[in-house]
């Protein structure tokens, strides 16, 4: 596979894997608001008829008013069936890729022009997530940790609903060399400041990291 293919092919791999995130993710919310509708619904008549608390009937009341002002607003169903659409236009691309046993320079550039054409119609993608998916694809597919990128608590938690500067993003391979030139850092200072008589024993650390892999290239922020 040449290298422009190969870097198609992992683009649309990880396309898949964003957007059948983000169509789980809208289907969830969506079902979750069904829920809550149905049960302050209920609350709400069982209260009225039944000649309950009439707090209990406002406050259910409120609570199905809101959500269905969010469901209206952002289309929890419509927002899923569009990334499912997105997924499905990526999966055909891939299985024409994958069923072609000599692909040509032509081929290559009509499946990067077709790539181009499905994310002309992504919405803007969330950073933090299509790192996530980066990596996800970059470890099936038996690539280092040169080729992954850190994400931190806040990041991940948040990943559905907040975008966050594309280039906050450390590679795992640079992050681990850091920590091991602070690490051999720490030990040289420490046999340095043992040398000197009468000064305090500090605790050696023996580096271990030996990991020799190339340096690793900034992930696009695009769910490309």
Avoid at 114 to 136: G, M
Avoid at 159 to 167: E, I, K
Avoid at 168 to 195: N, T, V
Wanted: net charge positive; glycine share 6%.
């Amino acid at each position: 596979m040449s290298d422009d293919l190969y870097k198609i092919d992992f683009a649309i791999g990880k396309s898949l894997r964003y957007h059948a995130k983000r169509r789980s993710f809208f289907d969830f919310i969506h079902r979750g608001s069904q829920a809550v509708s149905a049960l302050a619904g209920s609350a709400a008549f069982v209260s009225l008829v039944g000649g309950q608390s009439p707090e209990l009937a406002k406050i259910a009341a409120a609570l199905l008013a809101a959500v269905s002002a969010l469901n209206l607003v952002i289309g929890f169903s419509e927002r899923a069936r569009q990334y499912d659409g997105l997924y499905k236009r990526f999966s055909d691309l891939a299985v024409e890729i994958a069923e072609c046993t000599q692909p040509t320079e032509e081929l290559v550039r009509k499946w990067k022009a077709a790539r181009l054409r499905i994310e002309k119609d992504e919405p803007t993608p969330l950073s933090a997530l299509n790192v996530i998916c980066h990596n996800e694809e970059a470890e099936a597919r038996g690539l280092g940790i040169e080729y992954q990128y850190k994400i931190g608590i806040l990041k991940s938690t948040f990943r559905h609903l907040f975008t966050f500067p594309p280039d906050r993003y450390e590679s795992i391979k640079a992050l681990e060399e850091r920590r091991f030139y602070k690490q051999r850092s720490s030990w040289f200072y420490g046999k340095a400041h043992q040398a000197i008589p009468g000064s305090p024993s500090i605790p050696s650390a023996t580096p271990t990291l030996t990991d020799d892999t190339p340096e690793s290239t900034t992930p696009s922020t695009a769910a490309s």
